[in-house]
């Protein structure tokens, strides 16, 4: 089964649209991450595991299946 065809593949419409939140809420941000929050946004580094467990609790797109998803979309596309 190739990345395209993976039941756990995170929907790239809903990146697309977190992507779009963030860049409308923090149009300035230098910060590399994907998920930031109002304090991170100011800084580069990451968003803190407590607040990243917490945001993603009974999710099943957890940050690692959405890493994993990215550098197989990128190395698809390399």
Known sequence: MG???SP????P????S???HRLNRWPN??????????KTAVELGP???LWTTRATR???????????DR??????YA
Do not use: S, Y
């Open 13 to 16: 419409p809903r990146v697309l």
């Open 47 to 49: 968003a803190r595991k």
């Open 58 to 68: 009974n999710l099943t797109a957890t940050l690692e299946r959405l890493r994993v």
């Open 29 to 38: 941000t230098a910060n590399p991450h994907l998920p930031i929050t109002q």
């Open 18 to 20: 977190w992507l779009d």
């Open 8 to 11: 756990e593949r995170v929907h």
């Open 71 to 76: 550098q197989l979309e990128e190395a698809f």
């Open 3 to 5: 990345p395209g065809t």
